[in-house]
DNA sequence: ACGCCTTTGAAGAAA
DNA sequence: TTTCTTCAAAGGCGT
């Protein structure tokens, strides 16, 4: 049973963060000689390529042991499409980049995010965590425009609109400030969760710091501007809050939330009836809409009847009852998919390609080649998330959503797949094809697209703050120590001072101990037995001062070449249980 | 109209 | 305990 420190996942931050960082030699030392060197596509291309001749060359086994192995069916292995040639062949205009030169991607960096959570110790609750975040940025002008959640649906958003996604009105960083903005409308909060928030640690009332949230959004203007950003509208101006109201209104996806008193009668509004059964699901009890809830009827299956046809469309004939009428709460996004959210739109913008496969594959590759400190970033929002979300909907869980998504053609897929063909699709996946090298985008960087492609480092090894914690226990133990999946092997790091029993153990060391990875992530190479360092280690509980981006950075640094011979550290949560 | 593709990570189920 | 599967976002493409 995972430990909670505080009892109540107060604490969760305090439990939690333990941060290793796995290594690969030559990612390594490009990092420390640019840590924020842009990468770009040519090199994701030319690392392909490159990694494609070394996988011929190289053993399996040894490829396998330093790259991370995509879980795929092996099919696309054996088959592997090039999406992003494809792509790109169908892109017969214009050419790859816009800019030939492709200045590179900067990184519309988080702020600190650590800043926030880190300043009280631990991560508040989570209704107090998140309005803090997210209220306060909230600028709505003239509020009662979105707030007023019983007015109907903005008319731009139809039926059908998932109540959840509303990409394009979502600031490129909301993505990592998760069910954000997006979720909330600008009003007034709730009574109940009223901007007055209380001390995590104190439970005194108090009013979000600004100096806490802009850590956030530190989107100064500079910065963003470096990049024209595709949802630039969202982007703050100055002295604003991000978040402004486009000139249509707020789409707010969740008017409800504007509402303070009644929430439960804005929801109606917003949901219908049997959109948005009561508890569990619905509706935290906090009464929040959860950017993540889409209703079934929306985003689902139609409503048996009552739904808008529109909704029916949708639904295959009989559809589970039970499930229609739930609401359908969406996984929390995780580290790389806050990335991607963040990141999407630039490389749409920098590249004429739109197609997401493509996208996503280059995406891919810039995930392994961000600095860690870069992902332990978006580890972090992810963790942040995730216990938002346990919190919000702590009923939920991920099982829920099983089998709302058609089903792949799985069993053929699997019959075809052969013990063989899983063990060589294994050492065929560590290679992404995507990349053809004549289309490659031009960067500057592109000769040593090795690096882009650190063999080795499997994105999870990377730095991943975040503690993966089972959801449900999640609340219970945010920061749950569970085992790396294993689909992509990778080197494990042994922990100093964890017992290696179990992954499990990890957990109660990084309750117990203020801050076991931290040690690691800082870079003390600690020697631990054996638990391997699957998941991103949580560093909510790290000193402001240790995440602060230098010194994290540099302790990543120290902590890289420790490690650098030594296995990837992986970073181990699960329950004790 | 709907599913697939593609990516990584998290979580749960199955073995 | 390990392995496998599903889902999360996104948007063009194919059926």
Redesign the pocket.
Known sequence: MPQLNGGGGDDLGANDEMISFKDEGEQEEKISENVSAERDLDDVKSSLVNESENNSSSSDSEQAERR?Q????S??YEK????FTE?LR?QQDGGFFKSPSYPGYPFLMIPDLTNPYLSNGSLSPSARTYLQMKWPLLDVPGTAGLKDSRSPTPGHLSNKV?V?????H?HPLT?LITYSNEHFSPGTPPSHLSPEILDPKTGIPRAPHPSELSPYYPLSPGAVGQIPHPLGWLVPQQGQPMYSLPPGGFRHPYPALAMNASMSSLVSSRFSPHMVPHPPHSLHQTGIPHP?I?SPAIKQEPNHGTVSP?AH????GPVKKEEDKKP??????????LY??EM??KV?AECTL????????I???R??SLSREE?AKY?EL??KE?QLH?QLYPGW???D??????????ES??QE?T?ED?FSSRNKKQC???LPPEKMCDSPASSHGSMLDSPAT?????A?P?A???????QAQPL?L???????PQHHFPIPGKPS????SSSSSSSSSTQPSVSLALGSPVSQSSPLL???IPFTSLPPSMLSPTTFHQAALHSHHALLQSQPLALV??STD
Do not use: C
């Not at 739109?354 to 594959?361: D, F, L, R, V």
């Not at 499997?458 to 990377?462: E, G, K, Q």
């Open positions: 991370p995509p879980r795929q069916d099919e696309s592997p499409r090039d999406y792509a169908r998932p959840v996604q509303h990409p394009h979502v993505p993540a889409v529109t469309s949708k639904s295959p359908h709460i969406k996984k929390p996004l995780n580290a790389f998919m991607m959210k999407r739109a749409v739109k197609e997401s496969a493509a996208i996503n594959q995406l891919g590759r995930w392994h992902q580890y992810a963790r995730r346990s869980s991920a099982r959503n099983y089998g709302k998504r058609k089903k792949r053609k799985r897929k699997q797949t013990a899983n992404v094809q995507y499997p994105s999870a090894a990377l991943s975040a993966p914690a089972a959801t449900h226990s999640e749950s569970t085992t790396k999946p294993e689909g992509r029993s179990s992954a499990s699957s998941r991103p949560t699960k």
